[in-house]
């Protein structure tokens, strides 16, 4: 099965930038999506990014667009989310996922980005 595991989460000041990385290993012929969804303390979680596996195409939800910037390199197997511009309501555990068919299949284990000053 894919397997996801999540890095470069932590605590950044306000306006600061963030790299999340997002290994992946297993049959990840199969995918279509890789993205990065988030969930702050009693909220559900919501749609941060995703990148098209093949073509690199990348998807932004609105709060997003203009501060952020998703990656891929097939080769290695991996994905990455640059964050910038960082505010306060972006504090989350961050979690990485992958999509196939009509599913986000599989999911890591979340990595903790916390903004503050």
């Known amino acids: 099965q894919v397997q996801l595991v999540e890095s470069g989460g932590g605590l950044v000041q306000p306006g600061g930038s963030l790299r999340l990385s997002c290994a992946g290993s297993?049959?990840?012929?199969?995918?279509?999506?890789m993205g990065w969804f988030r969930q702050a303390p009693g909220k559900e979680r919501e749609f941060v990014a995703a990148?098209?596996?093949?073509?690199?195409?990348?998807y932004y939800a609105d709060s997003m667009k203009g501060r952020s910037s998703i990656s891929r390199d097939n080769g290695r197997n991996s994905m990455s989310l640059d964050l910038n511009s960082l505010k306060p309501e972006d504090t989350a555990v961050y979690y990485c996922a992958a999509k196939w068919g009509s599913t986000w299949g599989s999911w890591g284990q979340g990595t903790q980005v916390t903004i503050s000053s």
């Open positions: 990148i098209n596996w093949s073509s690199g195409y990348p």
């Open positions: 297993g049959p990840l012929y199969k995918i279509t999506l």
